[in-house]
């Protein structure tokens, strides 16, 4: 995972990013340089924390270093509190809350914290922030979980996701949580829903269940990998078929009819199951309850 050292320098905030210790401690020791600071290794050490790294999330680099989707996420930590068991989401926004999360074991802010990853990458990231981590099996329910959103409605607790093609894990963990937290950005609102819904399917059944989409009144796209040649699967083998419905005025009879699809494995539309959304926003961080 990314390396961030900060320090503070006056009136100056210094704020170096790299993949790796090595180049960060290089990059933090040019930027001292110039203002005339020596800090000796464990010092400096004390100023390099985790972030997300914008390689190893499915987004853009701007995505996961966007400060709106940024505040979003480590907002959304807030509600973490000692003792919690925490479902951990996906994408580039809940990394921001699994990182502050870690950060705050380490400052001894949170104890006793467990969480359940809903895919490797978040499981790796929160393994590297030092977050005890356990299987889902361990659990009947959860305290909390924090996870992202594609689009969401400020009106209602819904929200479509799966733009990392992590819905399915996402689902089932977050359906286990009593509450359930959406961190996101104000960018990704819309009344009614209209977001492309993400349908995970048995590769053999493709072909069937776009048929069914199209039937439906839908737009269905076979979803393909960027650095593979061919189809994305998904961390089950699955493809991922995204059905464009345009505007969806009956979120959750257009929920039952995705289920209905042979072949279908899970869909991306939560549907009444969203507690809070914790969202940022050009110059700060607002919420809606249910
Ligand atoms: O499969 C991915 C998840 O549903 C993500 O939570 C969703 O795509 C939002 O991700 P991001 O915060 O990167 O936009």
């Given amino acids: 995972m990314a390396k961030q050292f900060t320090y503070?320098?006056?009136d100056e905030e210094i704020s170096v990013w790299a993949e790796d210790r090595t180049e960060v401690v290089e990059k933090?020791?040019?930027?001292?340089?110039?203002v005339g600071v020596s800090l000796g290794d464990e010092e400096l050490d004390d100023h390099i924390r985790v972030v997300p790294s914008p390689k190893r999330i499915k987004s853009d680099p701007e995505d996961v270093l966007m400060e709106?989707?940024?505040r979003g996420g480590l907002e959304a930590a807030e509600v973490v509190e000692s003792g919690m068991d925490v479902g951990l989401g996906t994408?580039?926004?809940t990394a921001w809350a699994i990182a502050a999360i870690g950060w705050k074991l380490d400052d001894g802010e949170l104890e006793n914290v467990r969480g359940v990853a809903t895919s490797l990458q978040s499981h790796d990231l929160a393994r590297e922030l030092g977050i005890p981590l356990t299987d889902v099996d361990e659990f009947d329910s959860l305290d909390v979980a924090i996870d992202g959103a594609d689009q969401w409605d400020p009106d209602h607790p819904h929200v479509v996701k799966g733009g990392g093609a992590s819905h399915a894990r996402e689902k089932l963990i977050d359906s286990m949580a009593d509450r359930l937290v959406i961190a996101t950005d104000e960018?990704?609102?819309a009344t009614p829903l209209s977001h492309p819904v993400p349908l995970s399917v048995l590769p053999e059944s493709r072909n069937v269940a776009q048929e069914w989409v199209r039937e439906q009144g839908g737009e269905p796209s076979l979803r393909y990998a960027e650095a593979k040649d061919g189809p994305l699967?998904?961390?089950n083998g699955?493809?991922?078929?995204?059905?464009d419905f345009g505007e969806m005025d009956d979120v959750e009879g257009r929920a039952?009819?995705?289920?209905?699809?042979?072949?279908a494995q899970e869909h991306g539309l939560f549907v009444g199951m969203v507690d809070d959304v914790i969202y940022g926003t050009d110059d700060g961080v607002d919420s809606v309850s249910f």
Avoid: W, Y
């Fill in 8 to 10: 503070t320098h006056g």
């Fill in 28 to 34: 933090a020791r040019e930027r001292l340089d110039e």
């Fill in 68 to 70: 709106m989707r940024k």
């Fill in 91 to 93: 994408g580039s926004t």
């Fill in 187 to 189: 960018q990704k609102t």
């Fill in 233 to 235: 699967f998904t961390a």
């Fill in 238 to 243: 699955n493809l991922v078929v995204d059905c």
């Fill in 256 to 263: 039952t009819d995705l289920a209905r699809i042979p072949g």
